[in-house]
């Protein structure tokens, strides 16, 4: 295992010294180190959705069982729990997992926000005013924003089935967040769907999976399935106020195939194989910001693939190279198109020290082992 790591960190620098850009604006030559590696004596399908930096905790989660793990540095696993689909305690559906106020919480589908004690029970409970909806998934279940909570605005006021066109169109348009005051119960909304983006050309791209990084008690960063830039909001009394784009201007990148808002189907049934380029993950680091993305695969490349193989399929999509950028905190692009080497899974997490927390695929190298291992990577000059 220690000869495989050593492999492993010499193959993430090799990969890295060559790719120093050509664009003379570009002011620093960065590259990637695995700093170390977290070893978890578990086998199953877990990955890392959090970490609380008192406690020096990682929240994993066995995506295939719903077992929920709290792990430290050294792998040691200190608490599991399954969250109960049964019972006074049972949960409807996770929208969102992480850490707030340093306890374990999932925004749930119906039950609103509720936090557990690390041994699995619910320790609190926040609901909100009924009659909301998640369309999807969220990458995170809340933030304190004030005395107020804020989370992924979900949609209310009633679901037309029948009519998906209006719906996306409206989803398209309203604002991101909904913000909750406890105390008072009344809930309102806050950063307006950003200007000119791929959503609003009136054509139908899925839910747009809004991502949502905090820089700063004052800055928030949004980003959108379908589009290779960024939003910065600024918070301006109680509000989150949209103050520019950041574009990676990615230039060789395949962009998605969008259809008809009318005709949902066709767009689906057109766009199979059309793989396009997107950012997957931004970490927001003491002095820089970090962002993952793809550049996608032409569409010609992609037919030449069976989806309905899944060993052929996944080791295709495996294969699709990532891209690093690094921009300073004032968001002005220091390199990008920096190669991320195969073989690993960017997480969501960064932890204290700034180590991105990335999990090795083991189908990829073509090993079951009987541990899940977690490499902490970091980018210096």
Request: net charge negative; hydrophobic share 35%; with cysteine.
């Amino acid at each position: 295992m220690k000869h495989l790591f050593q492999i492993f960190g010499l193959l993430v620098i090799l990969f890295s010294c060559n790719s120093k850009s050509e664009n003379p604006n570009l002011i620093a030559d960065y590259h990637f180190e695995i700093k170390d590696s977290i070893q978890v004596d578990y086998l199953g399908n877990l990955s890392v959705f959090d970490f609380e930096p008192e406690s020096g905790f990682y929240l994993g989660r066995n995506n295939s069982t719903e077992e929920h793990l709290l792990f430290d540095d050294q792998g040691k696993i200190h608490n599991r729990f399954i969250i109960q689909k049964d019972g006074p305690d049972a949960v409807s559906w996770v929208q969102g997992l992480g850490f707030l106020d340093g306890k374990i919480t999932v925004m749930d589908s119906n039950k609103g926000i509720l936090q557990f004690s690390n041994e699995g029970e619910i320790a609190n409970r926040i609901e909100l005013p009924e009659d909301y909806f998640f369309i999807n998934g969220l990458n995170f279940p809340a933030a304190r924003f004030g005395n107020e909570l804020m989370y992924i605005r979900p949609e209310r006021d009633g679901m037309d089935w029948s009519n998906l066109g209006e719906l996306f169109k409206r989803v398209y348009q309203n604002p991101i967040l909904e913000v909750y005051n406890p105390e008072t119960g009344i809930i309102r909304n806050t950063m307006n769907f950003p200007p000119r983006t791929t959503y609003t050309d009136g054509n139908y791209y899925h839910w747009m999976f809004p991502s949502l990084i905090q820089v700063s008690d004052s800055e928030w960063l949004l980003y959108l399935m379908a589009e290779r830039k960024y939003y910065v909001y600024k918070k301006v009394g109680d509000q989150l106020i949209y103050e520019k784009t950041v574009d990676l201007k990615i230039n060789d990148a395949v962009n998605i195939q969008g259809g008809p808002i009318e005709n949902l189907e066709v767009m689906y049934e057109g766009n199979r194989f059309n793989i396009f380029g997107k950012i997957e993950q931004i970490y927001s680091r003491e002095q820089d910001i970090l962002v993952v993305y793809t550049k996608g695969v032409d569409e010609e490349i992609v037919k030449q693939y069976d989806p309905e193989n899944i060993v052929e399929w996944m080791t295709f999509i495996n294969s699709i190279p990532r891209y690093m950028a690094v921009l300073d905190k004032n968001h002005q692009m220091l390199q990008k198109d920096i190669p991320v080497p195969l073989g690993i899974d960017f997480t969501s997490v960064c932890n204290s020290k700034g180590e991105i927390i990335v999990l090795k695929n083991q189908e990829y190298f073509g090993m079951e082992e009987d541990f899940t291992t977690f490499y902490k990577m970091n980018q210096v000059k």
